[in-house]
């Protein structure tokens, strides 16, 4: 809709008068809702929609945007989008901040994460993103669907597809505390990871397609995970949250790993999101099957009764006043990589304790809203 503001010195343009209606709409963005970008889903599982009526600073220059889609057209490298990939949205001053000249916005598709290429800091803007993966098909209630839209009707298990998925779009009006690639909105202003959590490289956790879920293979065990997520920013679910995020999430088999890296044969985890129909109503991967993933909450032994200081919880951390060496009792949810149907968007393992290190022992994320 081209900028808001111009300079004319005559004051004759309509675009250079300072009004107070002008003055009161002034403001880094002014925006109809949180989230002014969104994604149709499986109508148009590659477009995006940006709301009009967005006021957006660029720079030296003021855009009042239209209603606007943008597909893998927009892109600033590459014809299409790639599975497993974040991407980031911009708004571009063509006119590279000259206050005389009147034109249209430009939004920009990247995988950069500070400008697209043509382009740089101050001539563009940030101002969300989304990420391109598996989709499950859900109903108006956010139940899975097969292909004919029969509530969890015969196939509905593989009934994805691939696209943007719809609630991992993000503005930055709309995110996560934390930062938001690699996560959706499950609801209630709760984020989720996409992907089992794996080692980032920095002490900390990423989510991202691909990469080998981290495990007790790596050292970790309950305490290990929590502080690894609160480095990056996340923290561990309730087990209400986890089952909120697994819902629609097929049950594992020991036949095969069609619907969740769950066969009994297997030998070892698997990267990341290998298994396509293990995604659950929400989008998000692996949370049935693969590994067992930590939750924060805990339970105890109710079977034995020497209650004591109990020196368990590794050197340098205290005691813990306790019934047993064993008897506090971490969560563990939805299966892992040879369980067969013991995996499942309910499943939750209550035995093992907090400082327990086990190659089937992963973790996955959350965050709250920012």
């Known amino acids: 809709?081209?900028?808001?503001?111009?300079?004319?010195?005559?004051?004759?343009?309509a675009k250079a008068k300072i009004t107070t209606k002008k003055l009161a709409t002034m403001g880094d963005i002014v925006a109809p809702e949180k989230a002014f970008i969104y994604a149709d889903g499986k109508d148009a599982p590659n477009t995006l929609h940006i709301m009009g009526g967005l006021l957006l600073a660029v720079g030296n220059s003021i855009f009042e945007t239209i209603?606007?889609?943008?597909t893998a057209a927009d892109l600033d490298s590459g014809a299409a989008f790639e599975i497993g990939t974040d991407y980031c949205v911009y708004?571009?001053?063509?006119?590279?901040?000259?206050?005389?000249?009147?034109?249209?916005?430009?939004?920009?598709?990247?995988?950069?994460?500070?400008?697209?290429?043509?382009?740089t800091a101050a001539n563009s803007r940030k101002i969300g993103g989304f990420h391109y993966g598996v989709v499950r098909r859900v109903n108006e209630h956010g139940n899975p669907?097969?292909?004919?839209?029969?509530e969890r009707g015969s196939g509905w298990?593989?009934?994805?597809?691939?696209?943007?998925?719809p609630n991992s779009v993000w503005t930055v009006l709309h995110r996560p505390k934390c930062d938001p690639e690699g996560m959706c909105y499950i609801g209630g202003g709760l984020w989720g990871d996409i992907y089992l959590s794996s080692d980032d490289g920095a002490d900390g956790l990423q989510s991202a397609y691909g990469e080998n879920p981290i495990t007790g293979t790596e050292g970790l065990d309950w305490y290990i995970a929590n502080e690894k997520a609160?480095?990056?920013g996340k923290r561990l679910p309730s087990y209400a949250e986890f089952c909120q995020a697994a819902f629609g999430s097929p049950e594992g088999t020991g036949a095969n790993n069609t619907y969740a890296w769950s066969a009994t044969g297997n030998k070892a985890r698997a990267k990341c999101g290998s298994v396509k129909n293990a995604v659950s109503a929400v989008n998000i991967r692996d949370l049935v099957g693969n590994v067992w993933k930590w939750c924060d909450e805990f339970c105890l032994d109710p079977t034995t009764s020497a209650w004591g200081r109990k020196d368990v919880l590794g050197a340098g951390h205290g005691n813990a006043y306790i019934t047993s060496d064993t008897a506090l009792h971490s969560f563990l949810c939805?299966?892992?990589?040879?369980?067969?149907?013991?995996?499942?968007?309910?499943?939750?393992?209550?035995?093992y304790h907090p400082w327990q290190i086990d190659w089937h022992f992963g973790v996955w994320c959350v965050c709250d809203s920012q």
């Not at 209603?67 to 943008?70: F, K, R």
């Not at 063509?94 to 500070?114: Q, R």
């Not at 669907?145 to 029969?150: D, I, L, M, R, T």
């Open 145 to 150: 669907v097969n292909s004919s839209g029969a």
């Open 157 to 165: 298990e593989s009934c994805v597809y691939n696209g943007i998925l």
């Open 67 to 70: 209603a606007t889609t943008v």
């Open 230 to 232: 609160r480095r990056v």
């Open 1 to 13: 809709m081209a900028k808001f503001f111009l300079y004319d010195e005559s004051m004759t343009s």
């Open 334 to 351: 939805g299966g892992d990589w040879n369980g067969g149907d013991d995996g499942g968007d309910r499943s939750v393992e209550c035995r």
């Open 91 to 119: 708004i571009c001053d063509p006119t590279n901040g000259d206050e005389t000249v009147d034109s249209d916005e430009l939004f920009k598709i990247s995988k950069s994460s500070t400008y697209p290429s043509g382009y």
